[in-house]
């Protein structure tokens, strides 16, 4: 089991960077997939981003490419999602989730954390 939490977000105004951390604990994480996922008011939880266990592949949705990056650190337990060039329509709830592969998908994740806003104004 993985409990997850994140922390790091906040308000900036736009094309400003933010990185929020996902802290995990539980034995499995190292070779736990991690995945980046947020959430506007009124909207569905959307895909941002994903890594492998190793680290060694990662994957992004079409919207933050060339501006986010994932990256994980496995002896810190510890997941980051570093966000430059940041608008007003990345506003939303952030949440880091696990899984045992990696995918885009909200059902293919076990595991979540509580979430942290990120609020980007204009």
């Known amino acids: 089991q993985v409990q997850l939490v994140e922390s790091g977000g906040g308000l900036v105004q736009a094309g400003g960077s933010l990185r929020l951390s996902c802290a995990a604990s539980?034995?499995?994480?190292?070779?736990?997939?991690m995945g980046w996922f947020r959430q506007a008011p009124g909207k569905e939880r959307e895909f941002v981003a994903a890594?492998?266990?190793?680290?060694?592949?990662?994957y992004y949705a079409d919207s933050v490419k060339g501006r986010f990056t994932i990256s994980r650190d496995n002896a810190k337990n510890t997941v980051y999602l570093q966000m430059n060039s940041l608008k007003p329509e990345d506003t939303a709830v952030y949440y880091c989730?696990?899984?045992?592969?990696?995918?885009?998908?909200?059902?293919?994740?076990?595991?979540w954390g509580q979430g942290t806003q990120v609020t980007v104004s204009s």
């Open positions: 989730a696990a899984s045992a592969l990696v995918a885009a998908r909200t059902y293919e994740y076990d595991y």
């Open positions: 539980g034995r499995t994480f190292s070779r736990s997939a």
């Open positions: 890594i492998s266990w190793s680290g060694g592949s990662t």
